[in-house]
């Protein structure tokens, strides 16, 4: 599997998680990372990204603010760092990677958050 999620769980309005995607070194050296979201009866969204390419990271104005996404390269991983979490943040969260023209996901991870 070229992508391996972990964290996510259940927290509280204002709380904070950590969901991390681990890959391969080959993978992480090369292609842009990111994050989708997708909850119930909604459509998929893209909450962050690196482009490797560019050098930038970019953010979904609903999470901009709260959210850091964070490469670790000693773990060849890429990490979501969640803060000030709201209920409309629940959803699965899944990771990706663009390597050339081929898209990889990782396994979805769920964030609940409430009360």
């Known amino acids: 599997v070229p992508l391996q999620a972990s964290g996510g769980g259940l927290v509280q309005p204002g709380g904070y998680l950590r969901v991390s995607c681990r890959t391969s070194?080959?993978?992480?050296?090369?292609?842009?990372l990111g994050w989708h979201r997708q909850a119930p009866g909604r459509e998929r969204e893209l909450v962050a990204r690196?482009?490797?390419?560019?050098?930038?990271?970019d953010y979904s104005d609903s999470v901009k603010g709260r959210f850091t996404i964070v490469r670790d390269y000693g773990r060849d991983t890429v990490h979501l760092q969640m803060n000030n979490l709201k209920p409309g943040d629940t959803a699965v969260y899944s990771c990706?990677?663009?390597?050339?023209?081929?898209?990889?996901w990782g396994q979805g991870t769920q964030v609940t958050v409430s009360s």
């Open positions: 990706y990677a663009d390597l050339g023209d081929d898209r990889f």
């Open positions: 690196i482009d490797i390419h560019k050098n930038l990271m």
């Open positions: 070194a080959a993978i992480f050296s090369f292609a842009s």
